[in-house]
């Protein structure tokens, strides 16, 4: 079981480390991909540096860390729903001023 998890992880972990590039440069474009990819790996850095306390503190208050898990899924809803939103990035706003 370890070797199953350890090559499904790893595929998914390397394909979105590739792939949230050419996603945020699809959907907004290139002018702003340095932004984008600053605030993402910032609030990833924050997500991950408090998470862990969060949980156990939470655990500390429930004995369990079901609260967690459940803050988890909801926080995955949340994302795919506000993923199906977004729109590809049109010309303009792909290339920013490159293209006039």
């Known amino acids: 079981m370890f070797y199953l998890f350890a ?3 790893g595929v998914a972990w390397g394909n979105q480390a590739v792939l949230r590039f050419a996603i945020a440069s699809e959907v907004f474009g290139l002018a702003s991909l340095g932004l984008i990819m600053g605030v993402l790996g910032v609030a990833e850095s924050v997500a991950a540096m408090l998470g862990s306390y969060v949980a ?3 655990f500390d208050i429930f004995g369990n860390y079901n609260v ?3 803050v988890g899924i ?4 949340t994302g795919i ?5 977004l729109k ?3 010309a303009e706003t792909k290339f920013g001023s490159l293209v006039k």
């Open 7 to 9: 090559l499904f992880f």
């Open 88 to 90: 590809p990035a049109t």
């Open 68 to 70: 967690m898990f459940y």
């Open 74 to 77: 909801g926080i995955s809803v």
């Open 81 to 85: 729903v506000l993923s199906c939103l």
């Open 56 to 58: 156990g503190v939470a």
